[in-house]
C-alpha cells in the first residue's frame, strides 16, 4: 500500500530547518506533498504576511527533488486539507506535540485512518530568527 505524506508550511526565507523536514518527510512515505500556506491564513494565525511572495515560495519548494507535488493550502485547520488530497501522514514540527492544536489534529485524523508524524523543530534556524536577525525591528 501507497502512503502519501503531507507537509504543510509558509516556507518564508527558506532555510535548512525546510529542507530537512521535506528530506525527513519524503523519506518517510511514498508520495510527499508539500502545501504552501496562503498569505492571508499566515497573516490570521501569525499577525504578520510573509517576506516572500506565495507563487515564489511554491517555485522553491517545486524545486526540491524529493517532493512530488506542491498544493496552496489556504486553511489554517490542517484536517481542511485531508478533506482535499486524503493524505496518509501528516508531518509536523514537534512544537505541535502535546499542544491543543496538535492533539486535535491527531483524534481527527485518527478518526479517519490517518496520523500525524512529528520531527524536531529547527529553532535555531527558523524564519522568525532569521527575519529578526536582518531587521532587529521585526521582533515583537
Known sequence: MSETGYVPGVYDLFHVGHLTLLRRARLSCDRLV??????????RVKGRR????????????RAMRFVDAVVVDPYP???DMWR???????FKGDDWKGTPKGDKIEADLAAVGARVVYFPYTAQ???????HLIDPAARR
Open 125 to 131: 534556524t527558523s524564519s522568525t530568527h532569521i527575519r
Open 77 to 79: 485547520d490542517k484536517f
Open 34 to 43: 508539500v502545501g504552501v500556506v496562503t498569505d492571508e491564513v499566515v497573516e
Open 84 to 90: 482535499e488530497i486524503h493524505y496518509d501522514i501528516l
Open 50 to 61: 510573509p517576506v516572500v511572495p506565495l507563487a515564489e515560495r511554491m517555485e522553491i519548494v
